[in-house]
């Protein structure tokens, strides 16, 4: 069977080429429920007196919730909405990365480009994660929010090898994510309600978590209410509080997420290359970030997930990434006009924060 990489890496953020002229470059980070659009101007990193991120909020702009029209508009209100805060015009964009949630970004990429000009760049927001976990270079992003995903580039050698593993959404994957954790902890309750499974204090915590009299009632309410992935997700953090107490079943279920998500990152590993030896015949050093919700859990889920992924890769450096969504975006901008070494991943998330944290006042 012939197997072609499921997500690819444009070829304009492959390689560098250097334009000095570039000043501006914007980043978009659009999902299921919100799009946040930032100018970064990159002269202004030169000095300290100027504002130098701008913001833009829309609506959901992933396809597969909101369809391809609304999730264009969306995306096109908020860079907008950025570039007047910022006091431009896009035309002065050395480039535009716009990293958007769904299974397949192709209409939407049509539409913006339809809109736009070639400057605009339509990735995957998977793309935009490598990118945050890796500052644009070889390695691997683990992400486990509500649902989970696994993307990963070797940039080494003179040619791009990138690989996906997961993604298939809640009803076929998501393994290790927030809403798989819930899912297999609202069933090993139900098990040892029917007592066919482990006896877990899950069974007790679930309801009053969901606001129900019984573990039955959370059964019948995933039906018929019904919980939405969020709300089930969110459980997974008792679920992880409970693991933390010594919960065996509890313990368990984090430690299967971990092996499943682990064989998605072993897989990545393995089609890109990664795991190589170096020409020294030593295992080679690459990063792989965890990024999304469910590694709150902490201990309990990281520690195993580092082991599995240490079986296959040695020298992975395994880390969580603190950095705001749309900064992976803008990065992969300033890749795309060869600005790649205007600003460090540590001062732009920082500059994230602060713009973020000024809007949300």
């Known amino acids: 069977m012939r197997r072609d990489s499921l997500v690819n890496l444009p070829a304009v953020l492959s390689s560098e080429q250097p334009r000095t002229d570039a000043r501006y470059v914007m980043g978009v980070d659009g999902g299921a429920t919100k799009t946040l659009a930032a100018v970064l101007d990159l002269r202004a990193l030169e000095d300290a007196g100027e504002k130098l991120v701008h913001l833009g909020h829309g609506g959901p ?21 950025a570039l007047e805060r910022a006091g431009i015009e896009a035309s002065e964009l050395g480039a535009a990365v716009l990293g958007i949630a769904g299974t397949d970004t192709a209409d939407v990429e049509r539409n913006v480009l339809a809109a736009r000009t070639e400057a605009w ?51 076929l994957g ?58 089930i997700a969110a459980f997974a953090i008792e679920t992880a509080r409970l693991a933390e107490q010594g919960d065996v079943v509890a313990c368990e279920l984090y430690e299967r997420g971990a092996r499943e998500l ?10 890109t290359g990664l795991g190589e030896p170096d020409a020294s015949g030593r295992a080679r050093e690459f990063p792989v970030g965890l990024i999304g919700s469910a590694y709150k859990a902490g201990p309990v889920f990281v520690d195993p997930l580092t082991r599995a992924i240490h079986e296959r890769a040695p020298g992975a450096l395994v880390r969580a990434v603190e950095m705001a969504p749309v900064g992976g975006s803008l990065l992969l901008a300033a890749r795309a006009c060869g600005r790649s070494d205007a600003i460090a991943p540590p001062a732009l998330s920082r500059l994230l924060d602060e713009a973020l944290r000024a809007t949300s006042v």
């Open 262 to 271: 682990g064989e998605q990152v072993a897989a990545v590993i393995e089609q």
């Open 121 to 171: 760049i339509v990735v995957n927001d998977v793309v935009a994660a490598w990118a945050t976990a890796t500052n644009v270079g070889p390695g691997v992003a683990a992400i486990a929010g509500t649902g989970s995903n696994v993307f990963g580039v070797n940039l080494d050698g003179g040619e791009t090898r990138a690989w996906r593993a997961g993604g298939w959404g809640h009803l």
């Open 61 to 81: 702009s992933n396809e597969d919730a909101v369809g391809a029209q609304a999730a264009v508009e969306a995306l096109l209100g908020a860079a907008d909405e």
């Open 174 to 231: 998501d393994e290790g994510s927030g809403y798989w954790l819930g899912v297999q902890s609202i069933k090993a309750a139900l098990r040892d309600r029917e007592a066919s499974g482990p006896a877990t204090a899950i069974t007790d915590v679930a309801p009053a978590f969901f606001g129900v009299a019984s573990i039955d009632a959370v059964a019948a309410a995933v039906y018929s209410k019904p919980l939405t992935k969020g709300e």
